[in-house]
């Protein structure tokens, strides 16, 4: 065999290694999404031992957030609403990004700033809705939005002079959730406000 014909036939064996034994690959080049959730986990067990949940811990998966978070991948525990006291003694429900330093950072509606990494600056009002119920969903906490499903067409966006104001109604006009962008498009608060649990 020529040696031309041996590094095409090497090459041809590698790209059929790797189609039958595909590796998961961490956000550029880092941590894979696997790694990622056990060091998730064990920051958990650290941080609030002895924790209760219905959900995770697990990845927040939601086609709106993984759309406008393209660069992102972010875990959660969630602990549904009752009205009444959670059957968890420690509950918890959060939604956190572990970062390739391997420190997880959990994300607070009230701190804006660790929702901004990944988002585009809006400039149209559709930008402006699609990003604000990517954002609204991962401050709720819930990837499967079983209690409020927020699509980007339920989310009013108006604009000012200031930027832009979106809002979302939980079933009226009474429990306004909203997000705001400076006239720059950056994103600058968030109020979620849904109704109480019946």
Excluded at 96 to 124: F, H, I, M, T, W
Excluded at 168 to 183: A, L
Aim: glycine content about 8%; overall charge positive; proline content about 9%.
């Amino acid at each position: 065999m020529s040696e031309r014909a041996g590094v095409v036939a090497t090459a041809a064996l590698l790209l059929c290694c790797a189609a039958v034994f595909p590796v998961s690959v961490g956000a550029e080049g880092g941590k894979t999404p696997t790694e990622e959730l056990q060091i998730f986990k064990a920051w958990l067990d650290r941080v609030r031992p002895g924790y209760g949940c219905d959900e995770g811990p697990a990845r927040f998966r939601n086609e709106t957030v993984e759309a406008v978070y393209a660069d992102r991948r972010f875990y959660y525990v969630l602990t549904r609403a009752r009205g009444i006291q959670s059957p968890f003694p420690n509950a918890v429900s959060l939604v956190a990004q572990v970062e390739e330093s391997g420190d997880v950072r959990p994300l607070n509606p009230s701190s804006p700033e660790g929702y901004r990494p990944g988002l585009k600056n809006v400039r149209k009002a559709e930008e402006a809705r699609r990003t604000a119920a990517a954002v609204l969903i991962l401050a709720m906490g819930d990837p499967g939005e079983r209690r409020w499903t927020i699509r980007p067409d339920q989310i009013t966006a108006r604009k000012s002079r200031k930027g832009w104001v979106c809002t979302y109604y939980h079933g009226n006009e009474i429990y306004p959730s909203q997000v705001t962008f400076d006239r720059e498009g950056v994103l600058t608060a968030i109020a979620c406000n849904p109704p109480p649990v019946p």
